[in-house]
């Protein structure tokens, strides 16, 4: 099939670059030194890619995630970047699976919905989930005493992804995972998780990286100098033209805004409604040219499509459920 | 159901302010002087309600909500407001299917996908669809050479939308209906479509108001002196807690923030990512205790969950699919 039959909006890779992407990975951060982070793609396929490209250990965001992958066969090692109040879905699983605890609530969910591993989850700096570092060490006695195994800590360095000066990018890195590493000092365990796209190979005190992006990789990280290029865009068609301005059937249930407006390849975006774009061309169009819109933030992106269409060139070579979607 | 037994983020609808705008709008705009807007919930137990009420003629902006509701045996008059290059999907349905057409190329489009009936769509002021005023004629001669039946005129007013003033925002619609309504003597038929639900009251011109948002309401539409309130929440559950902030699991992948960031009932909103919500809480939470955060544009924010959940107080009563998602 080619590009033009696809019914738009359509949500498209370029699959030279999404595999360039995970084989940069795949050689910087070998096996286990990362743990993909599913949330950014939601997709099984491209998931089984990552594992079979080595990286057999998963992290995710919701508790969905987690069924679709151990319903795959790729729940070898699953990790839950999160805290869940409700845990018997985890529980019930067939996989291996781990999950982040912060709390005496959090330690107390999991061990009544059948989870036997736990990561202790400390904040190094970003205001979001995780315990104050020196709470850690007596979680993880709560957590043993509740019968969890407590396999280590994770610790988001999320305030430092967009810090646009390596050399600072990496200092807030290392002085997140000082604090990391103190709390682990406490906890024990064998995995200190963390990381993600834009301090992956900046963050050298974790034991595994949690990095998503990089595999369709956000346009909104043009910043941070890294090996990794867009493979991403959605398919539009322009449904209507006058002198001054085209419209294309892409709109904001396709593409996600919050980490700014997504551009139009070839022309100049005016403004987005529910299902269109309108935009100063760059040339000439006509009903029924297609338009090629890169969003700034992928994660949030592909959540709203059911599929993903690989391409070659404009031959449509695959097409991916994005099967980890909603809760 | 009790609301907490939910998993969340969890779409949610009072049911009692969900139905009393319902029956306003019913009452205000009885039976064909109303054609429910489906984009705005993308629900067909949303539509059949409206139905019931007596708006049995739909609009949709998409090809999947016209599939959607003509099978669910509610395709007595379906018309999709909005221009596409391929109308074979739309062709092939058991429905009466009108689709608006604004280019030679849109016409030719529907007459090749086995359309029969169209609308000529006018911009009236709003840079998006719509053929200028002057060339409305000519486009229904094309038309009807094309075998197609034109049934009339659409123009979408939204550039009136925002206007707070209601005497301005009247006098906008007033000039925009101006517009089509010579355009609509040029192409004749008895159908003059418009509107929308900051406008329904004033917007007299039009035969038949195309207005979706007043069912769930936009709190963003909360300047607009309109007689709906807002029925939509996400609920979503606390998950951690430090001295200074608590964080809920209702992210960016469960709430539009295309028309300005959603407030936390009870909170003040530090910042959203894709899984989480951080804010200040009025009063102290723990992890579990439930939250509802109200997005300020439901159209984006419904289409981002498989199911909608009817409260009567905190008891769930009902569960309807958003079974119109995707394209």
Not at 7 to 29: H, I, K, Q, W
Not at 259 to 279: L, Q
Request: aromatic share 4%; charged share 25%.
């Amino acid at each position: 099939m080619k590009l033009g039959d696809l019914p738009t909006p359509a949500l498209c890779a370029d699959r030279a670059a999404l595999e360039a992407n995970l084989r940069s990975m795949a050689e910087g951060l070998p096996g286990r030194r990362m743990r993909p982070h599913v949330k950014a793609h939601k997709c099984t396929a491209l998931a089984r890619r990552q594992a079979d490209l080595g990286h057999v250990a998963f992290t995710c965001a919701t508790i969905r995630e987690m069924e679709g992958l151990a319903a795959a066969g790729l729940g070898e090692d699953l990790l839950l970047a999160n805290e869940v109040l409700d845990a018997h879905r985890l529980g019930a699983l067939d996989a291996r699976v781990t999950v982040a605890v912060d709390s005496e609530e959090t330690i107390a969910a999991a061990a009544r919905g059948g989870v036997r591993e736990v990561l202790i989850d400390v904040n190094v700096g970003l205001p979001r989930c995780g315990c104050p570092p020196a709470a850690a060490g007596g979680l993880a006695d709560r957590a043993r005493a509740a019968g969890l195994e407590v396999r280590g800590v994770m610790g988001y360095e999320g305030h430092a992804m967009p810090i646009e000066d390596v050399a600072r990018r990496a200092e807030v890195t290392e002085q997140a995972m000082a604090l990391l590493t103190a709390a682990h000092a406490e906890v024990g365990g064998d995995v200190v998780s963390a990381g993600g796209t834009c301090t992956w190979a900046v963050n050298t005190w974790a034991t595994e990286i949690q990095a998503g992006s990089y595999a369709l990789m956000d346009h909104s990280y043009a910043y941070a100098d890294l090996p990794f290029r867009p493979s991403l865009f959605v398919l539009g068609r322009v449904i209507s033209v006058s002198d001054a301005f085209a419209v294309a059937d892409a709109g904001l249930k396709a593409l996600a805004m919050d980490h700014g407006s997504s551009d139009v390849e070839g022309g100049s975006v005016w403004f987005y409604s529910d299902e269109h774009v309108t935009f100063a061309p760059a040339a000439p169009l006509r009903p029924g040219d297609l338009i090629r819109v890169l969003p700034k933030h992928v994660d949030p992106t592909v959540a709203k499509h059911p599929r993903l269409h690989l391409l070659e060139g404009d031959e449509v070579v695959d097409v991916w459920e994005i099967d980890l979607r909603d809760w």
